[in-house]
């Protein structure tokens, strides 16, 4: 049986078993079986910074001039945006039609407390690291891509036979990760299963039931995106059939359904990108991490919807001006995002300060957002993924 059967098999016994066990079972389950799926998680995580940072350093390397990697950088941006801005118009069509809320009556002051969201140009100035090594530690993913490509443009220029040295022993340790990642993969099926559990007893029928219209305007918006737009982005210019994409994805979509972290998906990402999609090494460590970072679109479908429903609960009629600052905020808010759990309810502030949606609107989606965001990362991770397809197809032509 392969791996995402196995993770999918989890995943179904851990709905069965949490609805069953329900807030009742909930201390036992903290207690017993939380804590093995965190010990997944971070196994995942102690690869993320060697992984990126070697493999980005060798990719650097491998794709020899600065001339090239800015045409990529810039073509990957690019793409990233424009996805970005079709996703949240795609979470207004779908909200437009569902119009979630619509009978639900919000009361005064339940206003939630979330972090304040980050100016963009606050965004720029974190990307720059002082100290690489904090960054590291931190596992600040935009810090340490700037540094690799600066140490790989570095040994370029260095060149002969102590670059060689340093190339042969980065590819060395970008080898060893990708092993440990199949390591920790082989524990997936428990872990996913250990992470599930809390979050569905938790999260009962009597938590998601008033609020299911915005979860299936989430999940509606999320599956459209990804056959219209992932689906033709890989057949068209990525030159992958969308069943090959999607079965080869499974495995990164199941661990970032489960994880919703779009930074702890990133190693299984590379690995299906270079395994099962045939990407090469060098654009998958470029473009990989760097969506991991700044593209959201899930994230995106989430604004479009949840600034619809919020509106609908207030009884707000958004006028055409402000649904147009909202995919421009949206945008730059998804770029902000960090690829953590629960990061988009902060972003969501600032979309929602942009045109004046109370703030108090917050609350009601805080509810269910883990819910939101076992969607929101899913997409964000397949729209990474279907950008690089993209990418490695059209350089293969350049
Ligand atoms: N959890 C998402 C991710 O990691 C970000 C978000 O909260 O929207 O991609």
């Given at each position: 049986?392969?791996?995402?059967?196995?993770?999918?098999?989890s995943?179904?016994?851990?709905?069965?078993?949490?609805?069953?066990?329900?807030?009742?079972?909930?201390?036992?389950?903290?207690?017993?079986?939380?804590?093995?799926?965190?010990?997944?998680?971070?196994?995942?995580?102690?690869?993320?910074?060697p992984?990126?940072?070697?493999?980005?350093?060798?990719?650097?390397?491998?794709?020899?001039?600065?001339?090239?990697?800015g045409?990529?950088?810039?073509?990957?941006?690019?793409?990233?945006?424009?996805t970005?801005?079709?996703?949240?118009?795609?979470?207004?069509?779908?909200?437009?039609?569902?119009?979630?809320?619509?009978?639900?009556e919000?009361?005064?002051?339940?206003?939630?407390?979330v972090?304040?969201?980050?100016?963009?140009m606050?965004?720029?100035?974190?990307?720059?690291?002082?100290?690489?090594?904090?960054?590291?530690?931190?596992?600040?993913?935009?810090p340490?891509?700037?540094?690799a490509l600066?140490?790989?443009?570095?040994?370029?220029?260095?060149?002969?036979?102590?670059?060689?040295?340093?190339?042969?022993?980065?590819?060395?340790?970008?080898?060893?990760?990708?092993?440990i990642?199949?390591?920790?993969?082989?524990?997936?099926?428990?872990?996913v299963?250990?992470?599930?559990?809390p979050?569905?007893?938790?999260?009962?029928?009597?938590?998601?039931?008033?609020?299911?219209?915005?979860i299936?305007?989430?999940?509606?918006?999320?599956?459209?995106?990804?056959?219209?737009?992932?689906?033709?982005?890989?057949?068209i210019?990525?030159?992958?059939?969308?069943?090959?994409?999607?079965?080869?994805?499974?495995?990164?979509?199941?661990?970032?359904?489960?994880?919703?972290?779009?930074?702890?998906?990133?190693?299984?990402?590379?690995?299906?990108?270079?395994?099962?999609?045939?990407?090469?090494?060098?654009?998958?460590?470029?473009?990989?991490p760097?969506?991991?970072?700044?593209?959201?679109?899930?994230?995106?479908?989430?604004?479009?919807?949840?600034?619809?429903?919020?509106?609908?609960?207030?009884?707000?009629?958004?006028?055409?001006?402000?649904?147009?600052?909202?995919?421009?905020?949206?945008?730059?808010?998804?770029?902000?995002?960090?690829?953590?759990?629960?990061?988009g309810?902060?972003m969501?502030s600032m979309?929602?300060?942009?045109?004046?949606?109370?703030?108090?609107?917050?609350?009601?989606?805080?509810?269910?957002?883990?819910?939101?965001?076992?969607?929101?990362?899913?997409?964000n991770?397949?729209?990474?993924?279907?950008?690089?397809?993209?990418?490695?197809?059209?350089?293969k032509?350049?």
């Amino acid at each position: 049986m392969n791996l995402s059967v196995k993770i999918l098999i989890s995943l179904v016994l851990s709905v069965v078993v949490g609805l069953m066990a329900g807030v009742d079972g909930l201390p036992f389950i903290k207690w017993w079986i939380a804590p093995v799926g965190t010990i997944f998680i971070n196994l995942i995580k102690m690869v993320i910074v060697p992984i990126v940072f070697t493999s980005l350093v060798v990719g650097m390397t491998s794709l020899g001039d600065l001339k090239k990697l800015g045409r990529i950088g810039i073509k990957t941006i690019f793409i990233y945006l424009f996805t970005t801005a079709i996703a949240i118009m795609i979470g207004f069509i779908v909200a437009g039609v569902i119009h979630p809320g619509i009978g639900l009556e919000m009361t005064a002051g339940e206003a939630v407390k979330v972090k304040e969201a980050p100016s963009i140009m606050q965004v720029f100035v974190a990307m720059v690291p002082t100290n690489p090594i904090a960054s590291m530690a931190k596992a600040d993913i935009l810090p340490i891509i700037i540094f690799a490509l600066f140490v790989g443009v570095g040994i370029l220029q260095v060149g002969g036979k102590k670059s060689q040295l340093l190339i042969d022993w980065f590819d060395a340790a970008a080898e060893v990760s990708y092993k440990i990642i199949n390591m920790v993969m082989q524990f997936a099926p428990i872990g996913v299963f250990c992470l599930l559990l809390p979050v569905v007893a938790e999260n009962g029928p009597k938590v998601l039931l008033p609020l299911l219209s915005v979860i299936a305007c989430m999940a509606f918006g999320s599956v459209i995106h990804a056959v219209a737009v992932y689906s033709s982005m890989a057949r068209i210019w990525g030159n992958t059939s969308p069943l090959k994409f999607f079965r080869g994805m499974s495995e990164a979509i199941l661990i970032a359904f489960t994880t919703c972290s779009s930074a702890a998906t990133l190693p299984i990402n590379m690995k299906n990108c270079q395994e099962k999609l045939g990407c090469s090494r060098d654009i998958t460590s470029f473009v990989l991490p760097l969506g991991a970072t700044i593209n959201m679109d899930g994230t995106a479908i989430y604004m479009g919807v949840c600034s619809l429903f919020i509106a609908n609960v207030y009884g707000i009629d958004l006028t055409m001006a402000q649904m147009g600052m909202i995919i421009l905020t949206g945008t730059l808010a998804s770029i902000g995002t960090a690829g953590v759990p629960g990061a988009g309810l902060i972003m969501l502030s600032m979309v929602l300060l942009s045109v004046g949606l109370p703030m108090e609107g917050l609350a009601l989606v805080a509810g269910i957002d883990r819910i939101l965001d076992m969607f929101r990362t899913t997409v964000n991770i397949t729209g990474d993924a279907a950008v690089t397809c993209v990418i490695n197809e059209t350089e293969k032509q350049a």
